[in-house]
């Protein structure tokens, strides 16, 4: 089921020993539509991570509180429907692979679902759906996970994640350290996720080709806040503001603005990817 979320004057800040630190998240206001892909983008520091962590109550809003579908994260839930919040986030963390801990791929990738109190039969047939899901096959299940690429750990700690079947799918980084295929690989799966089964989407990623590719809507944090939410054409139209934010723009959009420049033509549209360059200049008559 397609879910919204909404952020309400979030506030959130940090234990650090005896003292708080300052709000990591400073009054945040958000909606963030059902089914829909969002890059969440910004300097280190800035709150990305934070920003995720509050939606499933790992870290807890001091002030305001965030609903997702019809359940609700502030400061003073009660366990219960933390757990029910927990089950509909799937939540993929920086290098989700480093969780990996069983003897074999399947116990793995049935840990959460028997955690969430499904029985052993039917977290088996999750797990054989979910290994499907992440670009591998059956034959994985009784491997080690350690025996295993990186990029295909990574994939089995997602599958562990979508074993879940969440109705919404948090992902920090999901590309990084991995080569430029695996990376690829692990993103179109994300994206066609997100596309055949209506998943609400946010992904933190400092790789602004991957913005353009595959996301549809972009947020920008800085200092705790959102100084930026739209759709991504409109976010990549504007390059002296994206250089205020010391943020990059796509290759494509890189070349569009040179050819622009260098012939004083303007291409019809925003130019996200090479294929939409290659036919904007085609359109006008410059290739
Ligand atoms: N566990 C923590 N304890 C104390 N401060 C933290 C912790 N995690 C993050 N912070 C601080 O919160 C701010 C936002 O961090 P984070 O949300 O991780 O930003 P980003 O993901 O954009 O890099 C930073 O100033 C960071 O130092
Ligand atoms: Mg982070």
Redo the contacts with the bound molecule.
Sequence with gaps: MAMEIRYSNVSAD???GPIR?KN?LDDVNLFVKPSSFTAIV??????????L?VMNGLIRPKQGEVKIGKYSVSSNNDPTSLKEVRKRIGMVFQFPESQLFAETVEKDICFGPLNFGVGLSEAKEMAKTAIYQVGLDASFLPKSPFSLSGGQKRRVAIAGILAMKPDILIL?EPGAGLDPIGKQEILSLIASWNKNNKLTTMM?THEMDDVAKFADDVIV?EK?KIVFHDDVRTFFADLNQIQSWNLDIPEARRFQLLIEEKTGVSLPKICLTVEELADCLIEVGLA
């Design positions: 940090y234990q650090l630190t990591v910004g300097q280190t520091g800035a709150g990305k991570s934070s920003l962590k920090d933190v944090m705790g």
